[in-house]
């Protein structure tokens, strides 16, 4: 049983009845009581929700929202980072568009019939990919303050969330993912509470509008002993992945599962997730230990390109050979790695993947941990992948531009084995594509444009997305979102999570604030 850092605290060798949270990470039993009570009293907090009531037992709204069209478009004389070997970065380029499809991209293009967006003072690009982001708890990124920050605000709040606060808070994340260009994200649900839980995220998913793979957990403070509810997965698989699925190919279904710092669950676990064929993703640690070693994984027979691992900061040789081998992903939480990795050498990690070749992909953790924006992520990660004069990384080559942007498009598709869709601007491939305006007051004078990516993007300058060929942003506005409905329901169900909580999290007024 390992914590969040990956060391293994003496309460953490209790037995297998140990409360865990969904990280692995052991829960005082000190909170025990607290979250009883807050259990019981839930359902008498109403917040409002599309599901009619906090407490609903089947919170999923009968029918998607308006979805934008897959139109014919034509991005006209662009300045494109491609990410695609083949094309490469090129000063001025079109990209047709037709279907969701990416059908062209060349100089000059001719094109009959199509929709033209003047892109000739825009940087067009793949949308993001990002591979590791815990979205129940969007809505509670401000829960933190000094001295109670991501795990005590997360432990004090996991058994407070209702279903309608789970749609809430993803469907905030998915929308505030749009508009900073994140077109894929790997939602690591791990606070399933139940199947009404999971419904609601999945029906934030559905009209989310986003590409996504949902990897359904546990929940916080479940026995270490005691595996995932997989009676649920399959229920789950039939209902919104089979033939009457909502998804339109958008979302798969995987597993995130706590590691084998419990061996017997682990080994239980998957031999179910084998049975099923479910994509895995796992914390692998970010402190001076862990439990969870990639050489061990693969001599367990798991390691592999459907095995994603996340942090790996303890990491030795043996461990990114076994990565290498069995070309198993590795998902960074720039921000995240920083706060919380106190195994340190964070940038020296980074370098040594880097060199072996592992697939690097970039992510937020939580947004209490690191603000949903990966020009921010690109950009920390650049500045600290550089090689320190008479350390271990002296001889290791920096990262460089090229490097940082595949990390966070095309390496993060790889990790989500969805490189043959999307993550690049590639003929074939899905519509997932980004304008960035290039003459914005921080971006200007535009030189080198993948420097400008990296450097000196922000979300603000995300002028258009398409998702799946459908326009979710354009003229810098979110078109397919209802914006203001969304900060409203996530603030109130925030207050109601707050007020369930207590403690310091009490709210000032029993009124949940206006929007």
Same mark, same amino acid.
């Given at each position: 049983?390992?914590?969040?850092?990956?060391?293994?605290?003496?309460?953490?060798?209790?037995?297998?009845?140990?409360?865990?949270?969904?990280?692995?990470?052991?829960?005082?039993?000190?909170?025990?009581?607290?979250?009883?009570?807050?259990?019981?009293?839930?359902?008498?907090?109403?917040?409002?929700?599309?599901?009619?009531?906090?407490?609903? #037992?089947?919170?999923?709204?009968?029918?998607?929202?308006?979805?934008?069209?897959?139109?014919?478009?034509?991005?006209?004389?662009?300045?494109?980072?491609?990410?695609?070997?083949?094309?490469?970065?090129?000063?001025? &380029?079109?990209?047709?568009?037709?279907?969701?499809?990416?059908?062209?991209?060349?100089?000059?293009?001719?094109?009959?019939?199509?929709?033209?967006?003047?892109?000739?003072?825009?940087?067009?690009?793949?949308?993001?990919?990002?591979?590791?982001?815990?979205?129940?708890? &969007?809505?509670?990124?401000?829960?933190?303050?000094?001295?109670?920050?991501?795990?005590?605000?997360?432990?004090?709040?996991?058994?407070?969330?209702?279903?309608?606060?789970?749609?809430?808070?993803?469907?905030?994340?998915?929308?505030?993912?749009?508009?900073?260009?994140?077109?894929?994200?790997?939602?690591?649900?791990?606070?399933?509470?139940?199947?009404?839980?999971?419904?609601?995220?999945?029906?934030?998913?559905?009209?989310?509008?986003?590409?996504?793979?949902?990897?359904?957990?546990?929940?916080?403070?479940?026995?270490?002993?005691?595996?995932?509810?997989?009676?649920?997965?399959?229920?789950?698989?039939?209902?919104?992945?089979?033939?009457?699925?909502?998804?339109?190919?958008?979302?798969?279904?995987?597993?995130?599962?706590?590691?084998?710092?419990?061996?017997?669950?682990?080994?239980?676990?998957?031999?179910?997730?084998?049975?099923?064929?479910?994509?895995?993703?796992?914390?692998?640690?970010?402190?001076?230990?862990?439990?969870?070693?990639?050489?061990?994984?693969?001599?367990?027979?798991?390691?592999?390109?459907?095995?994603?691992?996340?942090?790996?900061?303890?990491?030795?040789?043996?461990?990114?050979?076994?990565?290498?081998?069995?070309?198993?992903?590795?998902?960074?939480?720039?921000?995240?790695?920083?706060?919380?990795?106190?195994?340190?050498?964070?940038?020296?990690?980074?370098?040594?993947? #880097?060199?072996?070749?592992?697939?690097?992909?970039?992510?937020?953790?939580?947004?209490?941990?690191?603000?949903?924006?990966?020009?921010?992520?690109?950009?920390?990660?650049?500045?600290?992948?550089?090689?320190?004069?008479?350390?271990?990384?002296?001889?290791?080559?920096?990262?460089?531009?090229?490097?940082?942007?595949?990390?966070?498009?095309?390496?993060?598709?790889?990790?989500?084995?969805?490189?043959?869709?999307?993550?690049?601007?590639?003929?074939?491939?899905?519509?997932?594509?980004?304008?960035?305006?290039?003459?914005?007051?921080?971006?200007?004078?535009?030189?080198?444009?993948?420097?400008?990516?990296?450097?000196?993007?922000?979300?603000?300058?995300?002028?258009?997305?398409?998702?799946?060929?459908?326009?979710?942003?354009?003229?810098?506005?979110?078109?397919?979102?209802?914006?203001?409905?969304?900060?409203?329901?996530?603030?109130?169900?925030?207050?109601?999570?707050?007020?369930?909580?207590?403690?310091?999290?009490?709210?000032?007024?029993?009124?949940?604030?206006?929007?």
């Amino acid at each position: 049983m390992i914590d969040d850092e990956g060391s293994v605290p003496a309460e953490g060798r209790a037995g297998p009845d140990m409360p865990m949270d969904d990280c692995g990470r052991p829960v005082p039993r000190s909170l025990l009581g607290r979250r009883a009570m807050i259990t019981a009293a839930a359902a008498a907090v109403a917040v409002p929700t599309v599901f009619g009531g906090a407490a609903s #037992a089947a919170p999923v709204p009968a029918k998607p929202g308006r979805r934008p069209h897959r139109g014919h478009y034509l991005i006209k004389g662009g300045a494109l980072v491609s990410v695609d070997p083949g094309i490469g970065t090129v000063p001025r &380029a079109d990209v047709e568009i037709r279907d969701g499809r990416i059908v062209q991209v060349g100089p000059r293009l001719k094109v009959r019939g199509a929709e033209v967006i003047d892109a000739s003072r825009m940087i067009v690009m793949p949308g993001f990919v990002e591979s590791h982001y815990h979205m129940w708890s &969007a809505l509670g990124r401000n829960f933190v303050s000094e001295g109670f920050e991501y795990f005590a605000a997360k432990s004090a709040t996991v058994a407070a969330y209702q279903p309608g606060d789970f749609y809430h808070s993803v469907l905030l994340g998915l929308a505030e993912c749009a508009g900073a260009g994140i077109t894929t994200v790997n939602n690591w649900s791990h606070n399933v509470r139940g199947p009404a839980y999971a419904d609601a995220e999945l029906a934030a998913h559905r009209d989310g509008l986003l590409r996504a793979r949902y990897s359904y957990g546990h929940r916080d403070g479940q026995p270490a002993a005691q595996p995932i509810d997989f009676a649920d997965i399959d229920r789950v698989r039939k209902q919104w992945f089979g033939g009457a699925s909502p998804f339109e190919g958008l979302v798969e279904l995987g597993v995130n599962l706590r590691g084998p710092g419990q061996m017997g669950t682990f080994l239980a676990e998957m031999e179910q997730v084998k049975a099923r064929g479910l994509k895995v993703s796992v914390h692998s640690g970010q402190g001076p230990t862990t439990a969870v070693h990639a050489a061990d994984l693969e001599r367990m027979g798991f390691l592999g390109p459907d095995f994603l691992l996340c942090h790996a900061l303890p990491f030795d040789e043996a461990d990114r050979q076994a990565m290498v081998r069995t070309k198993a992903p590795v998902s960074f939480s720039v921000h995240s790695e920083l706060r919380l990795g106190t195994a340190g050498g964070f940038h020296g990690q980074l370098l040594r993947m #880097a060199a072996a070749g592992i697939t690097i992909s970039l992510s937020f953790d939580a947004s209490s941990l690191a603000p949903i924006n990966m020009f921010e992520s690109m950009n920390v990660a650049w500045n600290l992948g550089i090689p320190w004069i008479g350390s271990d990384t002296a001889a290791l080559p920096p990262l460089v531009f090229k490097q940082i942007i595949e990390m966070a498009t095309l390496n993060g598709a790889r990790a989500l084995g969805l490189e043959k869709v999307t993550g690049s601007i590639t003929p074939g491939k899905r519509a997932d594509v980004l304008l960035i305006r290039q003459d914005d007051l921080n971006m200007a004078p535009a030189c080198d444009i993948e420097s400008a990516v990296v450097r000196s993007a922000t979300p603000a300058n995300v002028d258009t997305v398409f998702v799946d060929g459908r326009l979710v942003k354009r003229d810098g506005r979110l078109t397919a979102y209802d914006v203001r409905g969304i900060v409203r329901n996530a603030a109130a169900s925030a207050h109601a999570v707050r007020t369930r909580a207590g403690g310091r999290l009490t709210p000032p007024t029993a009124t949940p604030p206006k929007f």
